[in-house]
């Protein structure tokens, strides 16, 4: 991949222990130094998002857009022109979006949007797209892209790109699960459904191990009632070599979704694949185009008979499970892994540009 003489990459707060921890090879790699390394470019660290930070949601909002408002102000009057801005998130993308269509900024400027997709989101996208200077937009899934080009019209730049996994540390070969007995483990917190987990695994006599982050069972906690016997749900914090051993130790990852356009999912869905483990998911529309039923996974109705019913034939054939779980495992390290990602990544950032822009700098182009 040829370099790029200037080239921004703009993602969240430095994480320097996840750093650390990855050159121990202790943690997965991240995505956007590949990326960045592949292109010359030089990684910023802006503010974070609103998830990320606490207090009440308008403050959260106003805090980070606030704080990465400076920050673009800072880029666009230091910055060379014809350099290539790539923002990892709408947190960042929108900020330089707007500042530099009003500033007619001689830049290219490519987004990875991850939370757009929503009526109300997609609403404000196209009132806002005539003031962004945006060429090129990228996302996760094909029914992603289909909706920010319903959007932003059929002349944008619009890619799908699958989320990344680093299959060289999420690889079952490298972990030690514990001599315990079966389980099915049910991972992450966005946008789950664990109440319709919890009905469909009532009874069922297999262990089930739901691991969520203590933050998220305090906010919905008038959701949840008291799980079965048979569910233990972990709220410690885990490193990532011990999730590592969590997977390898289960029979089945269980993800119970709720239906969003949003990747909800997609990082245990992937994970998962990666150690060789056979994914149940319910239906959503954000799903990862890898994952197909009855191919390299299941993908049970949002109803808590029909998924025991899927959990149940998976756990109770395991020719099946393996030849689903070997196809699974192959499909993402074909399409999914970390190098993969981030060459096409790259990839499209090079193509945009060296684009010739049209006349104006809105996000048609």
Not at 77 to 96: A, F, K
Not at 112 to 129: E, G, I, K, N
Request: net charge positive; hydrophobic share 40%.
């Amino acid at each position: 991949m040829s370099l790029i003489e200037h080239c921004a990459v703009l993602v969240g707060p430095r994480e320097s222990l996840r750093e650390q921890a990855t050159d121990r090879m202790l943690a997965p790699r991240l995505d956007y130094l590949l990326v960045a390394e592949r292109l010359g470019g030089t990684v910023m660290h802006w503010c974070p998002p609103p998830s990320a930070l606490s207090g009440p949601k308008a403050w959260r909002v106003l805090r980070s857009f606030g704080g990465n408002a400076m920050e673009t102000r800072s880029l666009l009057r230091g910055i060379e022109p014809g350099t290539l801005v790539y923002s990892t998130g709408e947190t960042w993308g929108l900020p330089v979006g707007l500042a530099a269509h009003a500033v007619r900024a001689r830049i290219k400027h490519v987004v990875y949007v991850h939370r757009v997709f929503t009526p109300r989101w997609l609403s404000a996208l196209h009132t806002l797209s005539p003031y962004l200077r945006v060429d090129g937009w990228v996302c996760v899934t094909d029914y992603q892209a289909r909706l920010l080009r319903g959007i932003l019209g059929p002349e944008a730049r619009v890619i799908a790109i699958s989320q990344g996994v680093d299959t060289q540390f999420w690889d079952p070969t490298k972990a030690k699960p514990s001599a315990q007995e079966p389980y099915l483990l049910s991972v992450g917190t966005e946008m789950r459904d664990y109440p319709l987990l919890f009905d469909a695994v009532k009874g069922m006599g297999m262990r089930v191990i739901v691991k969520a982050s203590s933050a998220w069972m305090r906010k919905t906690r008038h959701m949840l009632r008291t799980p079965p016997p048979n569910v233990q749900v972990l709220t410690e914090r885990l490193s990532y070599v011990g999730m590592r051993d969590l997977y390898a130790g289960a029979s089945l990852v269980v993800v119970p979704l709720l239906d969003t356009p949003q990747a909800a999912g997609i990082t245990t869905i992937l994970e998962a694949m990666a150690m060789g483990k056979c994914v149940v998911a319910t239906e959503s529309q954000g799903l990862p185009d890898v994952l197909v039923d009855r191919g390299t996974g299941r993908i049970a109705h949002r109803d808590p008979r029909a998924l025991r019913e899927v959990v149940d034939e998976a756990c109770s054939n395991s020719h099946y499970r393996d030849q689903v779980t070997e196809k699974a495992q192959v499909a993402v390290r074909r399409t999914c892994s970390l190098e993969g990602h981030s060459e096409s990544v790259a990839g499209f950032l090079c193509a945009t540009h060296k684009r010739r822009s049209g006349t104006g700098h809105k996000s048609r182009f």
